[in-house]
């Protein structure tokens, strides 16, 4: 079937570590793809996103995804996990629809 | 103030009535969506619109009605209010070939 995976529900990481979120899609083209990310009681704020060209692709907040075609993943990195960044982080992609499918999330919490 | 705003913030209502959730967006973008966010299940497309008076289902349209007839708005409609339908619910607008959506803070509500 077709969707959008995120296979990390919860991800607990130390503030000054490093961070990667993964994310696979299941489509039979490559779709547009993007990285959201929604603090606690807020709306989704876009991080970044792909749709063709360089496949690493530089976000807002220090944040960074990579897309790999054989893999079918476009995974969410940072050098270095500041405690503002806990939040949940939604992948999803838009099959030039203009519709966004949306992962289930990942959940990350920061230790000082 | 330029955005998108949703009203009302929270609501609480009981099974079988009716309810509106509000969503007004300043920027004329062409395209509106209702997300409703549950547990483990991210984010699903309720309804979706590509203009004024153009409508058309998502995922999990069932129960729920929309109507857009100015570009700005787009209410959702809870004709029987069920207890499967507490939920935050979002709504999001987009730019025609924008891609990406922005959002708004959303609408948390609970069916007793």
């Known amino acids: 079937a077709q969707s959008v995976t995120q296979p990390d529900i919860h991800i607990t990481v130390s503030e000054g570590a490093s961070l990667e979120l993964r994310c696979n899609y299941s489509y039979g083209a490559t779709p547009y793809l993007f990285w959201y990310v929604q603090s606690p009681g807020q709306g989704l704020q876009l991080l970044l996103k792909?749709?063709?060209?360089?496949?690493l692709v530089q976000g807002i907040k220090g944040f960074e995804a990579e897309f790999k075609r054989s893999q079918s993943s476009f995974n969410l990195r940072k050098p270095s996990v500041h405690w503002s960044d806990a939040a949940e982080y939604f992948c999803a992609v838009d099959l030039n629809t203009d519709k966004l499918i949306f992962g289930t999330g990942t959940r990350l919490q920061v230790f000082p | 103030d330029a955005g998108i705003t949703q009203s009302p913030r929270y609501k609480i209502t009981e099974t079988g009535r009716q309810v509106t959730l509000m969503c007004h967006q300043t920027?004329?973008?062409?395209?509106m969506f209702w997300y409703r966010q549950d547990l483990g299940h991210g984010l699903r497309l309720i309804y979706y619109?590509?203009?004024?008076?153009?409508?058309d289902k998502g995922e999990v349209p069932d129960g729920y009605v929309v109507s857009r007839s100015k570009t700005e708005n787009f209410p959702l409609t809870l004709e029987s209010a069920t207890r499967s339908q507490t939920s935050v619910y979002f709504c999001?607008?987009?730019?025609?070939?924008?891609?990406?959506?922005?959002f708004g803070s959303g609408t948390r509500l609970t069916v007793v």
């Open positions: 920027w004329s973008h062409s395209y």
């Open positions: 792909y749709f063709s060209g360089d496949t």
């Open positions: 999001a607008s987009s730019g025609a070939g924008d891609y990406g959506y922005t």
């Open positions: 619109s590509a203009a004024a008076d153009i409508t």
